[in-house]
């Protein structure tokens, strides 16, 4: 099957590095269909329900899947019709609020660029049961108030994010509520090849309650734009169906150059 590559950012709307002409011709290489999702919410890109309609016009020129990737917990209500002119929302977590302090990603970016000498924002917390709770509610309210298709890089949480054993890291009591909270909402897990999310356990967990996956390289530049290899290899591992994978009704050809 070609696969829908769900998660793309690009550099006109977001903190891409490449323009929509870069990703189709990298979808073209990769034999994959694509998605644009560039970042949505209260900062400093898609901030406003203008702005999202602007983006979906924009997208609308091109053979592309027209998504979005909202901050969960720094979202806002996208207008229903905005969202019609879209094929899915993604909601991501890129920070959290936790004992009154806001635990971002913007330190672990540093630690892989080579700016920091270590990253262990677990230090911070103290109770990790109230940590997990206070994710799994961010989700469960974000879904409540507006329809979501995909929860993107599940386990990407500040404090956690590139765990070296999520198996230890992440309880299974959490697990089992993420499974159940996105059956409730009908959202599907992403599976990340920018950040190799979920792990097997979680992994088989979701397969096994009947959850469903989409695909996402989480490209910002070309160079790892539209690859798919950790999804692939997960849906060959755990016998993942197309049934079980995010897809859109439209049909997008690519044909540009
Ligand atoms: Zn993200
Ligand atoms: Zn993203």
Known sequence: MTYLDCHNHTAEWSDGRQSIEQ????????????GLSDHTGMGEYLNSNDRLLAYADYLSQYPVARG???DLGRGFLVDPMVRKKFDYMIGSIHGLEFNGVRLGFAPLIKYLKGGLPDYNPGAQIKDWDAFFNTHLDILNKE??????????HCTMLPALARAKNPEEAFPEW???????????FNVCMEISNRWLTPYDRL????VDAGVRFSVGSDGHEPA?????????????????KPDRIFDIKRNIENKSN
């Not at 990703?23 to 694509?34: M, S």
């Not at 509520?177 to 409730?184: D, G, M, N, R, S």
């Not at 790892?224 to 993942?240: Q, V």
């Open 68 to 70: 979005l990737e909202m």
């Open 174 to 184: 959490w697990e089992e509520k993420l499974v159940t909270t996105l059956l409730l």
């Open 23 to 34: 990703i189709l011709e990298r979808a073209k290489e990769e034999g994959v269909r694509v």
């Open 224 to 240: 790892k734009t539209c690859n798919l290899d950790f999804p692939k290899k997960m849906i060959e591992k755990f016998g993942l």
């Open 203 to 206: 992994m088989r967990k979701a």
């Open 143 to 152: 879904f409540g108030e507006q329809e979501y298709s995909i929860l993107g």
